[in-house]
């Protein structure tokens, strides 16, 4: 299904976008285009169209305002060391949304609209990527239909934005300090919390609130059962390395199964490094912490793309881990290396995108 294209014909001036590309502070920058699909019950897709960004006219009572019917994808186009336009794994991208649709009673986007919709995004704003940086790209789908009843939409759109990104987090990929939320949970069994819906980063912003208040960037959140297990962060998974050199993460259920996640498991599992997917509780990190036992933390995703933790703080106390260390440095400049195209990662990471 091609793209139907219509170039802005008023795009941002290039001396304007020079100067907003140069230091872009991560979702505050946006693009000349936009793409959009409709669905239809009765219709299916329609042909996907690029065009100028603009906003959407809805009505006050479409579903998405009322009852959250909505979901989204974040993934990035590097321009490569060669030249070439790049995504990471796109692929896992589009079938983690179908795996989100299923959860919100959406329609599956077919894996070939998926891709059409970025890469002719990709193509018409390649202008927007910065030079030390990425174009972030946001791909979502959301109910609209006037009706205020409870059941799924018969009208959905799926959107694709672009975004200029450097660094996610004001310090880099340095020292962060991460609020341990002991209050509120963000997923239970049987929820939402493998599916990338808006509904689980609404809940999360109150336990974020508390983490600015206490100083910290972002929210590590632990299990709805009460038993303290460690789950991921708002918007990141996180990862602990060992003395010894192990490296483990918190296995799938009710987390996002992040692509970065899978893809440091895949290169830790490939060049021998001990690494396991387990069920870790807070109780176990704060003994292992106390007994010397962990060299690392760090976090891990899309936007952020590896990020050490340096201090972990929670009602009543903090946990010191110290200084970044040497894996999640070496993991950075790895997979960095993969999306650009400089570092030959496993067949079908890197795909190029013709221009
Ligand atoms: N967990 C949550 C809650 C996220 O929002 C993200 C970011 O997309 C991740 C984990 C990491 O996923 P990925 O590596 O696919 O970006
Ligand atoms: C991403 O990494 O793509 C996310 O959606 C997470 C969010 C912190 C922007």
Redesign the pocket.
């Known amino acids: 299904m091609a793209v139907k294209v219509t170039l802005n014909p008023e795009p941002v001036a290039e001396a304007e976008r020079e100067k907003l590309l140069e230091a872009p502070v991560f979702g505050t920058v946006f693009t000349d285009h936009m793409v959009t699909a409709v669905w239809t019950r009765a219709g299916g897709w329609e042909q996907p169209e690029l065009g100028p960004r603009r906003p959407f006219a809805i009505q006050p009572e479409n579903a998405v305002f009322h009852y959250g019917q909505q979901l989204f994808e974040?993934m990035k186009a590097y321009r490569g060391v060669d030249g070439a336009l790049r995504l990471f794994r796109p692929d896992q991208n589009a079938a983690r949304m179908n795996r989100s649709a299923l959860r919100m009673a959406m329609p599956q986007v077919p894996e070939e609209l998926f891709r059409e919709s970025v890469e002719a995004l990709v193509r018409a704003d390649k202008n927007w990527i910065p030079g030390q940086g990425s174009l972030y790209l946001r791909p979502f789908m959301f109910a609209d239909e006037s009706f205020l009843g409870v059941r799924p939409a018969d009208r959905c759109i799926f959107c694709v934005i672009a975004a200029p990104a450097g660094d996610y987090f004001k310090s880099g990929a340095a020292g962060l300090s991460v609020w341990v939320e002991q209050e509120t949970t963000r997923a239970a069994p049987g929820g939402t919390g493998e599916a990338?819906c808006g509904g689980?980063y609404a809940g999360s912003l109150h336990a974020q609130t508390r983490a600015y208040e206490e100083g910290c960037a972002q929210v590590l959140f632990l299990s709805a059962d009460g038993s303290g297990q460690i789950e991921?962060?708002?918007?990141?998974?996180i990862f602990f390395v060992k003395k010894d050199g192990s490296v483990f993460t918190p296995a799938l259920g009710t987390?996002?199964p992040?692509?970065?996640?899978a893809s440091i498991l895949a290169l830790l599992r490939a060049e021998g490094t001990p690494v396991s997917e387990i069920s870790y509780h807070f109780d176990e990190l704060k003994a292992d912490v106390a007994a010397g036992e962990i060299a690392e933390v760090f976090v891990?995703?899309?936007?952020a793309i590896i990020a050490s933790v340096s201090r972990l703080k929670f009602d009543g106390g903090a946990l010191e881990i110290g200084e970044p260390g040497p894996l999640a440095a070496r993991l950075r400049a790895t997979l960095s290396g993969i999306y650009t195209g400089a570092v030959e990662g496993p067949q079908g990471w890197s795909v190029t995108v013709s221009e």
């Open positions: 974040g990338k689980n991921e962060l708002g918007g990141m998974n987390i996002l992040g692509i970065t996640r891990c995703g899309t936007a």
